[in-house]
């Protein structure tokens, strides 16, 4: 079992920066790959990043490349993601979510674990 809590959001301008954290609790949360995803009313879950258990390997939604970094520190077990030139699209709920299946995934049903999310606004 894992519990996962994130923190960070808020409401930001546009081209600005936010740094989301997700804590994770758990006897092996720090052996779980991670993701990011992001809701907003009326739209699909949507994929934003994700690393695996070791910090080495990562995976970005095309919209969010070169923009975000998602990086993990092991000892903390917190995994976070850096949004830098945030866009008003930008704006919703993300969530952290963890998986035991390897690789980096971007479909959220392979996840297993989820937190409550942290509202992210980005104003034009």
């Known amino acids: 079992q894992v519990q996962l809590a994130e923190s960070g959001g808020g409401l930001v301008q546009a081209g600005g920066s936010l740094r989301l954290s997700c804590a994770a609790r758990g006897r092996t949360a720090s052996y779980y790959n991670m993701g990011w995803f992001r809701h907003t009313p009326g739209k699909e879950r949507e994929f934003v990043a994700a690393i695996n258990w070791s910090g080495g390997i990562t995976n970005y939604a095309d919209s969010v490349k070169v923009r975000f970094t998602i990086s993990r520190d092991k000892a903390q077990n917190t995994v976070f993601l850096q949004m830098n030139s945030l866009k008003p699209e930008d704006t919703a709920v993300y969530y952290c979510?963890?998986?035991?299946?390897?690789?980096?995934?971007?479909?959220?049903?392979?996840?297993?674990?989820w937190g409550q999310g942290t509202q992210v606004t980005v104003s034009s």
């Open positions: 979510a963890a998986t035991f299946r390897t690789g980096v995934r971007p479909i959220p049903s392979e996840y297993d674990y």
